[in-house]
Nanobody, 124 residues
């Protein structure tokens, strides 16, 4: 079992950076491929980025065009999402997820564990 708690969201202006954190508990965190998803009001949950259990490889949604970076620190049981040049369309609840068999999985049903989400609101 893996429990996930996101933090770091908030209300920011367009163009700034923000870093989200996902703290995990459970003995198997370091074995888990991890990911970030987001869900805007009225829209489906969409894949943002993922990372292998070791942190050696990452995979990001093409539409981000390199603005977001996922990383992890297994010693701290934490996954991060660095978000740069934020835009109003990035406004969403951001979720941390764990448990996919491979890190290139991009569908929510591929992941077994979820956090409660953290709200990110970007004003223009």
């Amino acid at each position: 079992q893996v429990q996930l708690v996101e933090s770091g969201g908030g209300l920011v202006q367009a163009g700034v950076s923000l870093r989200l954190s996902c703290a995990a508990s459970g003995r198997t965190f370091s074995n888990q491929n991890m990911a970030w998803f987001r869900q805007a009001p009225g829209k489906e949950r969409e894949f943002v980025a993922s990372i292998t259990w070791s942190g050696s490889s990452t995979y990001s949604a093409i539409f981000l065009k390199g603005r977001f970076t996922i990383s992890r620190d297994n010693a701290k049981n934490t996954v991060y999402l660095q978000m740069n040049s934020l835009k109003p369309e990035d406004t969403a609840v951001y979720y941390c997820a764990a448990g996919a068999h491979t890190y290139t999985r991009t569908r929510p049903y591929d992941y077994d564990y979820w956090g409660q989400g953290t709200q990110v609101t970007v004003s223009s």
